[in-house]
């Protein structure tokens, strides 16, 4: 419409006058059949990023654009915490190396989109607890949109039974507030997508997904998982093994209801596909440990599921322990008045 124009350069531009806040969306077609889309927003930045050290070196509160490809190959450091907006436009982000953990250690109360991390590499140790994620180790109240990592990541975890992990392709832990049964609450994790590989070995409780670790009252739509994750616990690891939450997308997810009515019905994460191969070996344990593998989800609480396809595979080797594991979900729980839906959901591979 009057938004945007595509120009001869077959870039889109933002028409003059247009005020912030406008939303968009613009249809290419070939042969009268729309062949991509592209949402617009258009938006008020305090600051452009051109650069690797203009992107470590944000600051709090404010919104940001980056205009150019950002490569950071050899330069190593995080950002620690951000309070913000960085709208990257797919400017791809390359050659991060996850030794020291994600992008951002922690994102509060930020919104990220259009961020695409490419060349991702790393090889890690954990002796304890801990976070990670590709583009956020911690998410706390936290938007991420229309991003995706791809690459490989190799994790060894001496960590006790007691100690968890949470490791997701693009955010390890993700958290936010309690749902609020009068107030119509938009996803915040939107059109992800991960081709990273994830290999895990050691001990822990470890919760791992193809995009997000662990949960609590977030919620996923339109995300996909095309990568690998692969957890290996030898005989020497068993003793120090906790649980296991495994998904093709998230590890294990949970929700709270700040009030619960008859009228109310739980919230639901909405085409969700996975096909991303599930590998799990462990040698030795016990019947104390709980095993949770699942094609979308490792564990799901609270929470419906639509739409949603496992065409991956998965190879399981384990002994004595106690498993949990299907297609699309490994284990549910309900602990609400109200009735949880899995439904529409196909399994492929």
């Known amino acids: ?14 028409n003059d006058g247009v005020e912030v ?45 980056v205009k150019n490809q950002i490569n950071l190959t050899g330069i190593s450091g995080n950002v620690s915490r951000f309070i913000g907006n960085i709208h990257f436009n797919h400017n791809a982000v390359s050659g991060f190396n996850a030794e020291n953990g994600g992008l951002f250690k922690e994102l ?33 109240n936290a938007t991420i949109r229309y991003s995706s990592v791809k690459g490989a990541v190799n994790i060894t975890s001496t960590a006790s039974s007691s100690e968890v992990l949470y490791i997701g392709g693009v955010v390890g832990y993700a958290n936010a507030i309690k749902r609020k049964n009068y107030v119509t609450e938009d996803a915040g994790y939107v059109q992800l997508v991960s081709y990273l590989e994830l290999a895990i070995n050691g001990s822990g409780d470890i919760r791992v997904g193809g995009l997000i670790g662990g949960v609590r009252n977030a919620t996923l739509e339109q995300c996909y998982s095309y990568g690998k994750l692969k957890v290996n616990v030898d005989e020497n690891a068993v003793s120090k093994l906790g649980n296991i939450y495994m998904g093709g997308l998230v590890g294990a997810l949970s929700k709270e209801y700040d009030a619960i009515n008859t009228s109310y019905i739980l919230d639901e994460g909405n085409q969700l596909y996975s096909y991303a191969d599930i590998e799990l070996n462990i040698n030795g344990g016990g019947s104390h440990n709980s095993i949770n593998v699942g094609g979308i989800f490792g564990f799901l609480q609270n929470h419906s599921l639509v739409n949603a396809i496992y065409g991956g595979k998965m190879n399981l080797n384990i002994t004595r322990t106690h498993l949990n594991v299907g297609g699309i979900v490994g284990a549910t729980d309900n602990s609400t008045t109200l009735k949880m839906n899995i439904r529409a959901v196909e399994v492929k591979g």
């Open 1 to 14: 419409g009057d938004c945007v124009e595509l120009g001869d350069d077959l870039l889109l531009k933002v």
């Open 21 to 65: 806040g406008t939303q968009a969306v613009y249809h290419f077609s070939y042969k009268n059949q729309v062949v991509a889309v592209v949402n617009i927003f258009v938006i008020d930045a305090d600051a452009y990023i051109y650069n690797a050290q203009e992107l470590l070196s944000v600051s709090d509160n404010k919104t940001y654009i």
């Open 108 to 140: 509060d109360g930020a919104t990220i989109t259009g961020l695409d991390m490419v060349g991702v590499s790393g090889v890690l140790t954990h002796t304890n607890s801990g976070n990670l994620g590709i583009i956020a180790d911690y998410a706390n």
